[in-house]
């Protein structure tokens, strides 16, 4: 596609459920990551794929966090047991990358998940 | 941890005036990216400023880059209420997968 779509775009959950949040990247783009960013705060990376592989996954909060990327493309975003603390908007960017670096990040609009 | 540190953390501005935002980083980098977001949803990329390079300009937007500082500026000239908005540097690193990293981000206000 022409963009980066994530769904949904507002998620409102009971704790305890578990929620899954999807990444659309650009058609190409072998990069894929996606960050969390809670109220007037930065952004914290939570994992990067390359291809269908993650290399790094060192930002994932807890075990309740996972995610999957198939065919290079899609990725979801799965928390389970949701915990008032995971409310924030989650952000998928997908990018090009070359060897002697990227051509920087095209980020999707945000999931905002908010945990009740 | 975050890698930029952006400075100010907020900054208003009258219209017409110019907006200058800093950023410092730690490692060794290939390239700093500057983007910015508006009401808190996705970010947009700016510009791109490669390890190699000192200065760029895009439009209204001139980015420097100071390696031996490990600092950037980004200069919005001519400010119109439309930059209002939160700006962040992103920082690739030089080693493993490239990484990128983003500051803290400054929040810029435009007055009318």
């Known amino acids: 596609g022409a963009g980066v779509s994530q769904s949904p775009s507002n998620k409102v959950t009971e704790k305890g459920k578990d929620v899954e949040l999807r990444c659309d990247p650009i058609?190409?783009?072998?990069?894929l990551y996606w960050y969390r960013q809670s109220l007037g705060q930065g952004l914290e990376f939570l994992i990067y794929?390359?291809?269908?592989?993650?290399?790094?996954k060192s930002g994932l909060p807890s075990d309740r966090f996972s995610a999957e990327r198939t065919g290079g493309s899609v990725s979801t975003l799965t928390i389970q047991r949701t915990q008032q603390e995971d409310s924030a908007v989650y952000l998928c960017?997908?990018?090009?990358?070359?060897?002697?670096?990227?051509?920087?990040?095209?980020f999707g609009s945000g999931t905002r998940l908010t945990v009740v | 941890s975050q890698q930029g540190e952006e400075d100010p953390q907020a900054l208003s501005i009258q219209e017409g005036e110019n907006a200058t935002m800093n950023c410092s980083y730690k490692?060794?980098?290939?390239?700093l990216q500057w983007y910015r977001q508006n009401s808190g949803r996705g970010l947009v990329h700016l510009i791109l400023?490669?390890?190699?390079?000192r200065e760029k300009h895009s439009g209204r937007l001139r980015v420097t880059l100071d390696t031996s500082k490990k600092s950037s500026s980004l200069l919005i000239t001519a400010s119109r209420a439309a930059d209002t908005a939160s700006y962040f540097c992103?920082?690739?690193?030089?080693?493993?997968?490239?990484?990128?990293?983003f500051g803290t981000g400054t929040k810029l206000q435009v007055i009318p």
């Open positions: 058609s190409g783009h072998t990069a």
């Open positions: 794929f390359q291809g269908n592989s993650a290399p790094d």
């Open positions: 960017a997908s990018s090009l990358k070359r060897t002697w670096g990227s051509y920087g990040y095209t």
């Open positions: 490692t060794s980098i290939n390239n």
């Open positions: 992103a920082t690739e690193n030089s080693g493993g997968y490239q990484k990128v990293t």
């Open positions: 400023i490669r390890s190699n390079e």
